[in-house]
């Protein structure tokens, strides 16, 4: 068996989408090479593979956003688990953001993967419960609600709200997402006011339908702009990855009979982000892919 030491560690390009495939298909995670791509537009310095004898075996992506920074995309072939270089990929992700000015690191992680941040030094933040469900025909949205457009003037009430809820500017990721959506993002505005209450959209992946990023400053909001963009799904597979302090929107997901498939946990490593995950009402960012 080879030590870490032995792999070599090189930037992420197009020409690695095969092993992308592979390795999410292995582990049965959800991301499609546009998931891919869009970290590496994203981040074009930042995401990596490593490498063995000439052969790619590992990958993570890493996105900058201000000072805060998410490490996301730690696989590792099968063949090749157990000789340290998720860790070593870790760490490598976590030098080239630290150099790149972050103050903080934030990661999405998996019960297999908690023990390994900790001895990194990532702290537990909260709970994100991943459900799964299949909309109904019957549907949920009765509404009107307008459609999000990357170059109207509420794109920036949008912005706000989302950067109120997460802490971060995140407005470089949700433009990319847009660019390739084919179903509307929705948001909700007070009545005759153009202050914007919530916003929801998604992004297609290889076994369901990601629902998300989704911001809500109030539970009627939250709700219709969820039912708005799950309409569009009927029938298809669903996720949706709720933070567990946003109750109502748990209590959304159990009603419209989704159901909780795993949990992850949100950690970070230096200065902790100041957000308020009792008004994400869909978790979808770079921790996504």
Not at 9 to 37: F, K, Y
Not at 125 to 143: H, N, Q, T, W
Not at 187 to 214: H, K, M, W
């Amino acid at each position: 068996m080879q030590e870490a030491s032995a792999f070599q560690i090189r930037p992420m390009s197009a020409t690695d989408l095969p092993l992308c495939r592979h390795l999410v298909q292995e582990a049965g995670w959800n991301q499609l090479d546009a998931d891919w791509l869009r970290a590496m537009e994203l981040e074009p310095e930042g995401c990596f593979v490593a490498m063995a004898d000439n052969f790619p075996l590992a990958t993570t992506t890493t996105c900058r956003l201000g000072g805060i920074g998410w490490i996301a995309m730690v696989l590792v072939d099968k063949k090749a688990r157990g000789q340290g270089i998720a860790r070593r990929m870790v760490e490598y992700a976590i030098a080239y953001l630290e150099r790149n000015g972050v103050e903080t690191i934030r990661l999405d992680a998996t019960a297999m993967g908690q023990g390994l941040y900790k001895k990194l030094g990532f702290r537990e933040e909260y709970e994100v419960i991943r459900f799964c469900g299949y909309p109904a025909p019957a549907d949920l949205y009765r509404g009107d609600l307008q459609v999000v457009s990357t170059d109207s003037q509420i794109m920036a009430e949008i912005m706000d709200l989302d950067k109120k809820a997460t802490g971060t500017d995140r407005k470089s990721f949700v433009n990319a997402l847009l660019r390739i959506a084919d179903s509307p993002f929705y948001y909700d505005s007070l009545p005759g006011e153009n202050t914007v209450t919530a916003f929801a959209g998604f992004r297609e992946g290889c076994n369901a339908v990601q629902i998300g990023p989704a911001v809500a400053l109030t539970p009627d909001s939250g709700g219709k702009v969820l039912d708005a963009v799950v309409s569009h799904f009927v029938g298809k597979q669903v996720y949706i990855d709720i933070p567990v302090p946003n109750q109502p929107a748990v209590m959304w997901a159990a009603t419209q009979g989704f159901t909780e498939q795993r949990r992850f946990m949100r950690m970070y490593r230096g200065i902790e982000v100041q957000d308020a995950p009792g008004l994400i009402w869909a978790s979808s960012g770079p921790e996504k892919g």
